[in-house]
């Protein structure tokens, strides 16, 4: 799967003009599956973010990680991370999962992120979305697992 982490002060997203998920601070998290990604991968993937320390301490060093400081998840599926550019102006996007088996590895972390974090909203899969958020920092972290 691949992964960009935004700390944010806030962000939400919105379907049609209405939000449909929103978090204060905390952690935007892009995901894309790719075909080789499996439930397993989903859940490495939230335990590492869980666990992460990009948030501040006392002393203003990254020591802290969204479950210590309370912070939210707003976790949106983007196919768009797998973009292959190499080969002309127009990207490829054969890296991502078919639509179906993306569907499920995206519910499969939402599912997994609730169960181990109390504060988890999500975009819509599929949708036309509109990101809109506050970046922290900036801090930007891309993954891959």
Do not use: W
């Not at 379907?15 to 499996?38: R, S």
């Not at 989903?42 to 990254?62: C, H, N, P, Q, W």
């Not at 609730?114 to 988890?120: A, W």
Request: charged share 20%; hydrophobic share 45%.
């Amino acid at each position: 799967m691949i992964a960009v982490l935004q700390r944010v002060r806030e962000a939400r997203v919105e379907v049609d003009g209405a939000a449909v998920g929103a978090i204060q601070q905390g952690l935007l998290m892009l995901v894309c599956a790719e075909p080789g990604d499996t439930e397993a991968t989903a859940e490495k993937l939230i335990a590492k973010v869980l666990k992460l320390r990009v948030f501040s301490d006392d002393a203003g060093k990254m020591n802290r990680s969204v479950q210590d400081v309370g912070g939210g998840l707003l976790i949106v599926s983007q196919f768009t991370l797998a973009a292959d550019v190499s080969g002309g102006n127009r990207p490829s996007f054969t890296g991502a999962a078919p639509a179906g088996q993306g569907r499920q590895l995206y519910e499969h972390t939402l599912a997994v992120a609730r169960r181990l974090h109390p504060t988890v909203a999500s975009g819509e899969f599929g949708a036309d979305m509109q990101v809109h958020l506050v970046n922290d920092g900036p801090v930007t972290i891309p993954m891959r697992f």
